[in-house]
């Protein structure tokens, strides 16, 4: 059974930093894709970072880029979302989910949400200002 378990949210001031982690388990697929989304109250769910097994690509939102940086620790099977200069816009609920598509494990739409059949329980991030 696939299992995605995110942790690391809270409530942080303005300008501060947290590490999200999404611990995935219960797959033995060597090309994947993890993708970091958040979905903030009254919002579509965004895009927010996608790392890509196949050969380590990256992928950021443009409202994010510059500030969030993704990881992955293949020992661990785990990907941390280190996130920077957060501002209150950055206040949402933020998910990790899976992707085994060609379509996202390329590059080709690493936002494909339909493409990500796992996803975690998400965990709130609160921005002060």
């Known amino acids: 059974e696939v299992q995605l378990v995110e942790s690391g949210g809270g409530l942080v001031q303005a300008g501060g930093s947290l590490r999200l982690s999404c611990a995935a388990s219960g797959f033995t697929k060597d090309d994947y894709a993890i993708g970091w989304f958040r979905r903030a109250p009254g919002k579509e769910r965004e895009g927010v970072s996608c790392?890509?097994?196949?050969?380590?690509?990256?992928y950021y939102g443009d409202s994010v880029k510059g500030r969030f940086t993704i990881s992955l620790d293949n020992a661990k099977n785990t990907v941390y979302l280190q996130m920077n200069s957060l501002k209150p816009e950055d206040t949402a609920v933020y998910s990790c989910a899976v992707s085994f598509s060609p379509t996202v494990v390329l590059g080709v739409n690493p936002w494909k949400v339909y493409d990500y059949p796992y996803w975690g329980q998400g965990t709130q991030v609160t921005v002060s200002s």
């Open positions: 790392i890509s097994s196949n050969d380590g690509s990256i």
